[in-house]
């Protein structure tokens, strides 16, 4: 059983950057790719990027590259999600999810456990 718990949302302006981080608890988070999504009102819950349990490949969607950054801690048991260069679109709800021994997927049904969400809201 995993728990995770996100935070470092909040309301920013067009350009600006933020660091959401997803805090898990248990003792096996290195055996972990975690994923983070969005989901922004209205819309289908989609992936934004992934970190596979070692940390040594990530994964970005199309609509985050070059402006987002996923990267772990293991000895804290965190992954971080940092957004730079933020854009009104981006504003949603972002969930960090994770996926024991997972190849980094975009999909949410290969994740087995799921924050609650934290919200991030860009102004323009």
């Known amino acids: 059983q995993v728990q995770l718990v996100e935070s470092g949302g909040g309301l920013v302006q067009a350009g600006d950057s933020l660091r959401l981080s997803c805090a898990a608890s248990g003792s096996t988070f290195n055996s972990y790719t975690m994923g983070w999504f969005r989901q922004a009102p209205g819309k289908e819950r989609q992936f934004v990027a992934a970190i596979d349990w070692s940390g040594s490949s990530t994964y970005n969607s199309n609509s985050v590259k070059g402006r987002f950054t996923v990267s772990r801690d293991n000895a804290r048991n965190t992954v971080y999600l940092q957004m730079n260069s933020l854009k009104p679109e981006d504003t949603a709800v972002y969930y960090c999810?994770?996926?024991?021994w997972g190849p980094g997927s975009s999909v949410q049904r290969d994740y087995e456990y799921w924050g609650q969400g934290t919200q991030v809201t860009v102004s323009s």
């Open positions: 999810a994770a996926d024991r």
